[in-house]
């Protein structure tokens, strides 16, 4: 939502001094300018990416502009949820989680966390950790290397989105550039017409260079830099769950194993001992309060 709110400002304070100037919007309206820029960059972008990563910008586009899920009423969900798989292991046994992480949307604790089932790698992220930690025989430092590596792949393909659309919003100053020559080509052909005719042509070229640095700096630049910053919200909430999992590992307390997950939250979001204690001893109340 407030990358919206940003967008909206820029292209206010642009519109609102080119009407104190007295310019008339009919100028700047060039469809044809628009097609030639944005068409040819999402060539572009077409032809130098796989599928995979354009679906990555569709989706990096959606979440920035749905905004950040990530806040502090989320991670106390979160460590919850954690905190009531750890005890589920202590009380009912190993075999028990093992059912658990085995069948996530039918397991008695995940199916109360529909926010995080969706998070489909947060669930075999989480999951597949716990059930090589149920399976025995496993040292704890190579499944937290195991997390490590996992994290690391994903981050990779989370970054080459963002790469993608940096690169075309780099392109869109040069393309407009391309539109204000074909301007000035169709400029040199009225030659020897109206003086109007001919101004028309002159701004209508002077638009596209307008459009293509406009679109860059304005808007295609900072949803990049939007989605970077989601990314690392993104990566941040996974060293979450791999510190919550690094203390089930080591077998310390359900409590102690969550409270070592709620120390990697990023200060802005994280809450506090107190909040963290009520939301799993004393049910989802804390949480709904932090929303």
């Known amino acids: 939502m407030i990358s919206i709110i940003g967008i909206v400002i820029v ?28 068409g040819a960059a999402i060539g572009t972008v077409i032809v130098a990416n796989p599928v995979p990563t354009l679906m990555g910008i569709v989706k990096g586009l959606t979440g920035v502009l749905s905004g950040n899920p990530f806040n502090k009423a989320y991670y106390l969900e979160t460590l919850k949820m954690m905190y009531e798989l750890f005890t589920l292991s202590r009380k009912a046994g190993t075999a028990k989680l093992e059912e658990e992480v085995d069948n996530p949307e039918k397991g008695q604790v995940f199916n109360k966390y529909p926010k995080f089932l969706k998070n489909h790698h947060a669930v075999h992220f989480l999951c597949d950790t ?33 790469g993608a659309l940096s690169t075309m919003a780099d392109s869109l100053p040069g393309l407009g550039i391309v539109a204000a020559v074909l301007g000035v080509v169709l400029t040199m052909g009225a030659l020897g017409g109206p003086k109007e005719q001919i101004g028309e042509k002159v701004a209508a070229a002077l638009v596209g260079t307008f459009l293509g640095i406009l679109l860059c700096y304005g808007i295609f630049g900072p949803l990049a830099g939007a989605m970077a910053k989601n990314v690392e919200a993104e990566a941040s909430y996974y060293a979450v769950l791999r510190m919550g999992a690094t203390g089930f590992v080591k077998e310390l307390s359900p409590l ?11 200060g802005g979001v994280r809450p506090t001992f107190q909040e963290m204690e009520g939301a799993c001893r004393g049910g989802g109340a804390v949480a709904s309060k932090a929303a």
Do not use: N, T
Not at 23 to 38: D, H, S, T
Not at 142 to 149: F, G, K, R, T, V
């Open 130 to 162: 716990l059930r090589m930690a149920v399976a025995g025989g496993v040292d704890p430092l190579d499944i937290d290397s195991m997390m490590e590596a996992d994290l690391e792949v994903h981050h990779k393909e989370a970054q080459e989105p963002i």
């Open 11 to 38: 292209l206010g304070a642009i519109a609102g001094g080119y009407l104190m100037e007295h310019g008339k919007f009919a100028v700047l309206f060039q469809p044809a300018e628009l097609v030639i820029i944005f």
């Open 256 to 266: 102690l194993a969550i409270e070592l997950a709620r120390r990697s939250i990023p």
